[in-house]
């Protein structure tokens, strides 16, 4: 059984009683690994983090960046707990994101549109195209994004190909040319610097939409570069939401919150936890044989109902989709089910010596 052990109340036994007794409470806790009550980085801990940007600004650019910086706090703070020790952090960081889980390039055929009950073999406004997305990408998450062709009338029709993220809904995605990128004072068709993107995109919005009203909302994608640890180039899509407040185009929400979990890892370092978080994709229910309604059937008596026939489906699609992973690499999977209405679930499953998933207990 898990223990746990409040932040707060050691933060504040230690403010009465010293250091001495602080350790005395740390000695209290036993040899298991406890779960710590969340913690949220505070204004001293962004200032002590050895990068002058983060520790000038309050916050992180980039979600990457937080996982790489924020277990030095935790190493300083928290050194005491033992190892296998984990806490949920809650930290500040830039709206701008990247954008992960790219979809494959479609093309709209006439047979979807006759599926989706049009007249005509064409979309004719934003909310058409979103719903066909909504229908045909159940398990997008945000940030999963999709390069889409398709027909469009609008006086006459045209075929259009733009790129659609999945936010809180699907929303159309402005990405910009290479001579775009020159004039926002770039040589090349990206940036490397986030601040400098959210800084020049936003006096760049002026000039693509003069006319624009109070509350218009646009979404630009941006090509971000960096070099890796071995030196290689990485080239990285990151959006960042903008609204016109009547004067000027400004990010809408320029920090946001977000949170991850640590765990103190063997070496006595606090990490990220390593567990990889996976939502199945239509592709995943067809490689199983349920690419017809994707979702597993668990009603008593059908194909999944017992948990061992998920496992198994689970673990095809984890050794189709990460071949590379090491044994003792844990997965949490969300799938969905219908038992008679449709719902979902998450499984935890580790990679084990013989080269396959079961249950963690």
Known sequence: MKKYISIAFLAVAALFVGCDATEDIYDEIDANPVKLESYTLTENDYKDID?????????????????????????????????????????????????SNELEAYTVTAQDYEDLGYSYPNFSNADQIAGFL?????????GTFVELTYDYYSGSVSTLTNTFVYLNGWVQGLTFSSSQYN???????????????????????????????????????????????????????????????G???????????????????????????????????????????????????IRE??????????????????????????????????????????GSDSIRVILNAEGNYEIVE
């Open 301 to 342: 008596g059908k194909g999944e109902y017992d948990l061992s026939v998920r496992v198994e489906k689970i673990d095809t699609i984890l050794k189709a989709n990460f071949p590379e992973v090491a044994v003792g690499q844990e997965f949490v999977v969300t799938y969905k089910y219908y038992d008679g209405t449709n």
């Open 183 to 245: 004039d926002m004072g770039q040589t090349f068709s990206n940036f490397s610097d986030h601040a400098t993107a959210v800084r020049n995109i936003g006096i760049y919005l002026e000039s693509l939409y003069p006319f624009a009203n109070e509350g218009d909302v646009v979404n630009p994608i941006y090509v971000y570069t960096y070099k890796n640890d071995e030196g290689d180039r990485i080239f990285e899509d990151y959006l960042v939401e903008y609204t016109f407040n």
């Open 247 to 297: 004067d000027k185009w400004i990010q809408s929400t320029s920090v946001v919150e977000d949170m991850y979990l640590f765990l103190k890892g063997d070496e006595g370092k606090w990490i990220p936890d390593p567990t990889i978080y996976y939502s199945l994709t239509n592709a995943d229910y067809e490689l199983v044989g349920n690419g017809f309604y994707n979702n597993f059937d």
């Open 51 to 99: 990068n002058e940007v983060v520790s000038g600004q309050g916050f992180f650019d980039t979600k990457e960046q937080a996982l790489e910086l924020v277990p030095s706090v935790l190493d300083k703070n928290f050194h005491e707990y033992i190892n296998g020790t984990t806490v949920d952090v809650y930290f500040n960081k830039s709206n701008s994101f990247d954008l």
């Open 134 to 142: 909504e229908s045909k990408y159940t398990s997008a998450t945000r």
